[in-house]
């Protein structure tokens, strides 16, 4: 059974995602709690399918370097998202909420809570 990622590497994707999306987002402020509704969303989703990897002993770094150019541009997509619905406003939580409820239509997420992405709720 696949393990799951330690700390500092599911810490190094959410990092590289969290950047993405605030590429995204652009020069618009994020409010705290986006920002950390985002993180937390993210985390298990990460998790999951870095433990679902299809190799085993794959080295869970080695598996985010083969999905990351997909991943990430989800993130820019979910942070252009945010950056829409919050205008010239800071991004809220409502905002967060709402673009990942859209990055859930994505075609990089399949069915909403493929691989990397969470549930649609």
């Not at 990092?15 to 705290?32: E, F, M, Q, Y």
């Not at 990430?72 to 919050?86: D, I, N, T």
């Amino acid at each position: 059974m696949p393990s799951e990622p330690t700390t500092e590497e599911l810490n190094i994707m959410l990092v590289d995602a969290a950047i993405h999306v605030g590429r995204g987002i652009g020069t618009n402020k994020v409010k705290l709690n986006a920002s950390k509704f985002l993180a937390e969303h993210h985390r298990k989703s990460f998790v999951e399918a870095i433990k679902n990897r299809p190799k085993a002993k794959e080295k869970p770094l080695k598996r985010w370097s083969l999905d990351r150019g997909k991943v990430l541009a989800v993130a820019v997509r979910l942070g252009r998202e945010a950056k829409r619905l919050a205008g010239k406003k800071p991004v809220s939580l409502s905002h967060a909420k709402k673009a990942a409820k859209a990055a859930t239509l994505d075609a990089g997420c399949p069915g909403g809570g493929g691989k990397y992405c969470p549930p649609a709720q």
